[in-house]
């Protein structure tokens, strides 16, 4: 036995030091890098919160434009790892194959074992240019399709969707796909971020960190959350039977997916912005059912439990209003974040230590060996 501190989940445990993200419990707001994330949302394009989390600084038009150009330039697969996702099975799940793609990648750039800051920048680019097509072109051979071309006149939030789709999208379906980029973006040390630096602690590559976050990710306590988010909400089925859905749930102790958030007690901040371009998707395909259903299980479970939702909620009906099918949502998430993981393994290599904590043993002491004839 001990009498070390001990947090379980490493629950307000300080872990090391970002410039990039906090959460101001005072006012309820994620910042990034200074700025507050909701006038990003509403004032400022993905590229334009991606270039601030790589380079410190939002950019000029100038540089924004070169940083669109070598986006837009780095987009296309190397054909073994358009092979490797032909070949995947056709069940494989979408977090599956972008997580592989990712680090097939690795064999395919110059720079991989080089973990230099001005290296580790032009990988983290390079990802955000190619992970939406990997996911793309996945769930296109998943579908009996051929997959699409990235579309050079596109940005990040559009291409996604044209090449998942074959045609370009509206502009409120590309509003709604950026709003919800930025607000995924970067998080500070959530699991697939601190995941992504204690692999990259080791000296790993940037490329070996980020398929580990993906792995972590993927669970449904983490990013799957969106995708458990929607499946949940159509077992539910309707307005008239969620409230009662949620009672029900809640007696038999179920958990209430796309709820909570060790970080925000009063509420997740990015959740408004997510839930106002969830709602003009309604108002646009006319049809507010999921909306309308989220509203009476968020009102329920603030009533019945003082929980709020977290962002994952209105992203999963969001998405499912736009068509996108659910096994994307959290690889969508993946396309986001990539830039946040990146800026924290660039953190990580340029000031590194390897991150080696510390655990309570909690099993069995001094026992005596037994030779193996003398076993019963």
Known sequence: MTDQAYSPGLEGVIAGESALSRIDV???????????????????????VAYLLLYGALPTAAELAAFNRELRAER?????????????P????????????????????VETRDNSHEA???????????IPTAIATGHRFAEGLEPVAPDAELDQAANLLYMLRGERPPAYEVEAMN??????????????????????????????????????????????ANEAAMEMLLEVGDRETAEQWVLDALREKKKIMGFGHREYKNGDSRVPSMKKVGRQIAEAVGEAKWPDLADVVEETMLREKGIFPNVDFPCAYTYYMMGIP???YTPIFVASRVVGWGAHIIEQHDGNRLIR????????????????????
């Open 120 to 130: 580790n920048v032009r990988k983290t680019v390079r990802l955000m240019a190619k």
């Open 326 to 328: 659910i096994p994307l």
């Open 357 to 376: 904590p510390n655990h309570i043993y909690v099993g069995q002491e001094h026992r005596p060996f037994v030779r193996l004839d003398d076993r019963g």
């Open 90 to 109: 056709a069940d494989a799940h979408p977090m599956d194959l972008v997580r592989t793609a990712v680090s097939a990648l690795a064999f395919f750039d």
């Open 26 to 48: 005072e006012i309820n707001r994620l910042i990034l890098r200074g700025y507050d994330l909701v006038e990003l949302t509403e004032n400022a394009c993905y590229e334009e």
């Open 179 to 224: 709003v919800s980029l930025i607000l995924y973006a970067e998080h500070g040390y959530n699991a697939s971020a601190f995941t992504g630096r204690v692999v990259a602690s080791t000296l790993a590559d940037l490329y070996a960190a980020v398929t580990a976050a993906i792995g972590a990710l993927g669970g449904p306590l983490h990013g799957g």
């Open 76 to 88: 296309a697969l190397p054909g073994p790892v358009v092979d490797l996702l032909r070949t995947a």
